[in-house]
């Protein structure tokens, strides 16, 4: 079942259908170069303290913002398209953190905290994100003019920059404080994908207008995103959100 016969006749299967749904040799559109922006959702970094009974604070979602992105795009057939695009945007935020750590003991019958501590933070962040993505885009055939809807899926890789500088005090019950000073900066990429749906506007043989919805999704950003192992605030999330976006592109 697995050995070469099995696999040859995988993969002369696997290429007769990659040659029906992507046939560029019977049809090969021009290049087209694309340019817009938009706006992004709100981006959350940081799990939901509060849904940890023994954990207080609050950080917030980072405020949504804008973003710009470029494309390039070429027809497969007259309704499928092979395009790359490329965004940026970044998120950034400030807060005044107060949290409460329990460590307790249960018993039967009997409920104690054996220790507390209390600490007072102030961070202040800076996440600058760049997707890298390709895909497919599925669309209405035109003629020479036009509008319909689209529909397209892009496999992404996410460059992500983290900046953070943060500064507070830790006081562990009864009488023993720790005070600390942080500053993460690094670059890393992880998986993810695009999803986007919206109107093409065709204007003729050389331009056409994009105006849609994308949902843009990554794996985990790091495991432990603590800006001192004394206090511990959970992984860095992976990016969630929504952008709204307007571009126009154009064949040369």
Known sequence: ?????????????????????????AFAGPWSLGAGGGWNTAYLPYPDPNSDPFFGGHHGPYASTWLVDASIARALS???????EVSAFA?????????????????????SIASAAYSYAYLQSRAEILPLA??????????????????EVLPTLF???????????????PDSTFS????????RAVAGATLG???????????????????RKSAQIAPDSSPTPEL????????????????????P
């Open 1 to 25: 079942m697995l050995g070469r016969p099995g696999i040859l006749r995988r993969t002369v299967l696997a290429a007769s259908l990659a040659a029906s749904v992507f046939p560029c040799g």
């Open 78 to 84: 007259p309704s499928l398209q092979l395009r790359a």
């Open 91 to 111: 998120h950034e935020g400030e807060n005044n953190s107060f949290y409460g750590v329990y460590r307790a003991h249960r018993n039967p019958g009997i409920f």
């Open 134 to 151: 390709i895909g497919v885009r599925v669309h209405r055939p035109f003629g020479r003019s036009g509008i319909g809807p689209y529909l």
């Open 159 to 173: 460059i992500v920059h983290w900046d953070e500088q943060a500064t507070g005090s830790l006081d562990f019950y």
């Open 180 to 187: 600390f000073s942080s500053h993460q900066d690094w670059t």
């Open 197 to 215: 749906f919206g109107f093409q506007i065709k204007g003729g043989e050389r331009w056409n207008l994009d105006y849609g919805i994308q949902w």
């Open 232 to 251: 511990q605030r959970g992984p860095l999330l992976g990016i969630d959100t929504l952008s709204l976006a307007m571009s126009i592109a154009w064949s």
